[in-house]
Each structure stands twice: as C-alpha cells, then as structure tokens.
C-alpha cells in the first residue's frame, strides 16, 4: 500500500483526503491511500514518519508551512527562495521540501487576470503569504503586504495604517487575502478592511474555499468588486504534489 496524507492542525477544513480518495477512484489508482495527521505539534512529524513507513509523500498546511523545515532534508531551490514548505516527498527516509501553493496560485491568478497586472495587497504574513508573494513577483505585480503586526520591513502595513490612508485601499485592485479568516465554521469573519474604499475596479482573490463564498466575498461584491475563491489553487496545487510524490 502506498500511504500520502496532510500534517497540519487543525484538519478539520481539510479538503486534500476528500480530492485524493475521489482521485483514486476516479482515475482507477489501486493500492493507494491518503489519510489526515493532525499532530498539536510539528515535533510529532518523526513519530509519524516511524509509525507509517509507506508514506511516500505528505502536503503540508497550517501552521507547519514555516515550521516543518528543521526535519527537511533537501529542498527544491524554488521553495528555498520562498521560505515556506507545503509538499514533502519521501525517499529512502529521505525528506524533500517543494511548494506547490506557488504553482498553483501563480497559474490560477495568471488566467484570472489576463493581460492585466493591478498593484496588490496581501493580507497576512503567514507560510501561505510567501508563495503567493514569490507568484506577485514573479508576474511583475507590484504589492504591499498587510498585518495586524507592525514592522519595519518596507512594503508592509497595518490594517490601522490601511484605514488612515485610504487612497492605498482604493488603488491597489487586487487583493489576496492569505489568512485563514472566514474559513468555516467561523464563517462571519474577514480581515479588518475599510470595504468603503471598495470599488468595481477591484479583484478580491481569498485562498479560502470552505465556504464557497466567505464573508470577505460576499462583502467586497456588494461594492461591485470581482472574487474568487481558492478551489481552483487548490486542485492545481494537489495535482502538483502528485506529480511530484509520483
């Protein structure tokens, strides 16, 4: 039996063991299973590895995506550059780090957006921020980055900043919201934005999936902005790790 599975905590908002066991049955993939790790602690990642040695890949989600380099043998010089791990593939007891959130929020924003390149606010700070940051870069969007913590990075904001100058809100027309606000079952909050300086020239892209429309969306379209959510991200990083796991 091949084993892949997700380590993260908590999993309760998993979406990777409904998409792969439906994988396998779909595309006809016998001896292959992908189960749910949830360890309270990233220290637990060598007992997991101990107690299932067929494991030959694991996603990794929050709030490991930083974390779980200490235990990375090899990483892929892209995630190097990143600074964040959500693809392990295991080899010979042998752990290398890639990041696949990267492929596929790039590939995604890139169809989303055609031929336009609007400047960009990221909300948050955390392991889903990098890849999405190096995705920016790399599409020659330029973007500001946005927390409830102050620092002296340049590029970065607080919300309390945002709020006390408006005119950033209203000209930045792409805004990725990288925190896991909204995500069910606390389906009734968002990041903490000033939704009057919302406009219909506005792109709202939230990594949520779960529900299908958070809060955030359904808060930026009544001011006439365009959303999307992040199933689309998803799939495609998923089907990323499996070409990397296989």
Known sequence: MKKFGLIGYPLGHSFSKKYFTEKFEKESIDGCRFDLYEIPDIGLLPKVL????????????????????SFIDQLDPACREIGAVNCIQIRNNQLTGYNTDYIGFKNSLEKWLGNERPKALVLG????????????????????????????????????????????LASHY?????????????TEEMPDLDINQIS???????????????????????????????????????????????
């Open 50 to 69: 101990e107690e299932n040695p067929e494991l030959l890949g694991l996603s990794v989600t929050i709030p490991y995506k930083e974390k779980v380099f």
């Open 200 to 246: 219909g020239n506005h792109k709202v892209y939230d990594l949520v999936y779960n529900p299908e429309k958070t809060f955030l969306m359904r808060s930026m379209e009544a001011r006439g902005a365009l959303t999307k959510n992040g199933l689309e991200m998803l799939k495609l990083q998923a089907e990323a790790a499996w070409k990397i796991w296989n």
């Open 125 to 168: 700070t955390g392991g889903a921020s990098k890849a999405v940051v190096q995705a920016l870069k790399d599409l020659s969007i330029p973007y500001k980055m946005v927390s409830r913590s102050e620092s002296d990075q340049p590029d970065f904001l607080t919300y309390d900043a945002l709020k006390n100058n408006p005119d950033i």
């Open 174 to 186: 792409l805004i990725v919201n990288t925190t896991p606000l909204g995500t069910f079952p606390n």
